[in-house]
């Protein structure tokens, strides 16, 4: 019962996090109006509005004018209340836990955003709001205050987070002429330096790159497009949760080897 409630409680903050990813690209309050199908306007009654249920009853389309709802709704929402159901069970009654259910909705609201707005023709590449990284770094720094890093150490990580790719990038564009980085991709990483400090960053780094030649590289290849652009906050936020779950135990097993001679 403990986690299902979380599950729901996810459920409900993925609805709030399809409304950001929908407005705050376009610089459109998150408050005002209320919701609306974006075919027919029509103002979306609360019933109509329950996470993944409604989507069901409604057969995936509006009440009033039968468009296609599209699927990322739901998926959001079922994203959000999975993490938060796994994010409950592993940091189960313990103070951190609403650092960390904070910290993986601000993941993946950067992570939805940067991929839906790069799929989407009104905008020419993915983006990641100032409001979600760097209101997550102010986040980030006020719950160092009460927990791990610290304040010292999540200052230094933000500052480290965010130099980490801007040197490769200024780097790319002194040599190339072409941007190589996303202004919202470096400021994300100083979000995730904020929340967890300097330790994780290579690891996020490593495993960011891994899991975006994992799934690019196909991409090109299919596109046949070396200049297909290919949001990379969603291989940061990925890597980054992965850390969560599973990066002490891999930095340990990785450090056991190492000087066991293994």
């Not at 329950?50 to 739901?74: A, D, M």
């Not at 951190?96 to 950067?110: G, P, S």
């Not at 791990?148 to 980490?164: E, K, M, N």
């Amino acid at each position: 019962m403990y986690s299902f409630l979380f599950f729901l409680l996810g459920l409900i903050f993925g609805s709030f996090m399809n409304v950001l990813i929908c407005r705050l690209p376009k610089g459109v309050s998150v408050v005002f109006p209320s919701s609306n199908c974006p075919n027919c306007g029509e103002r979306i009654k609360f019933f109509d509005n329950i996470p993944v249920l409604s989507f069901i009853i409604l057969g995936g389309r509006c009440r009033y004018c039968n468009e296609k709802i599209s699927f990322r709704y739901p998926m959001v929402e079922m994203s959000t209340g999975i993490v938060f159901l796994f994010v409950s069970m592993k940091f189960y009654l313990q103070p951190e836990l609403i650092k960390y259910l904070v910290f993986t909705f601000l993941l993946l609201a950067a992570a939805f955003t940067d991929m839906f707005t790069a799929l989407d023709d009104d905008f020419e590449c993915g983006i990641i709001p100032d409001e979600i990284s760097l209101g997550g770094t102010v986040i980030g720094l006020a719950f160092a205050f009460f927990f791990y890093p610290g304040i010292f150490y999540s200052i230094l990580g933000a500052v480290c987070g965010f130099l980490i790719l801007w040197l490769p990038s200024f780097m790319y564009y002194v040599v190339t002429k072409k941007e190589g980085m996303g202004g919202g991709d470096l400021k994300l990483f100083a979000m995730i330096g904020a929340f967890l400090g300097i330790k994780p960053l290579f690891f996020i780094l490593f495993f960011s790159s891994f899991f975006g030649v994992l799934v690019g590289l196909p991409l090109i290849l299919v596109k046949k497009n070396r200049n297909f652009p290919i949001p990379f906050g969603p291989f940061i936020s990925l890597a980054t949760i992965f850390y969560i779950f599973y990066g002490d135990i891999l930095v340990s097993i990785y450090l056991n080897k190492m000087f066991s001679g293994g």
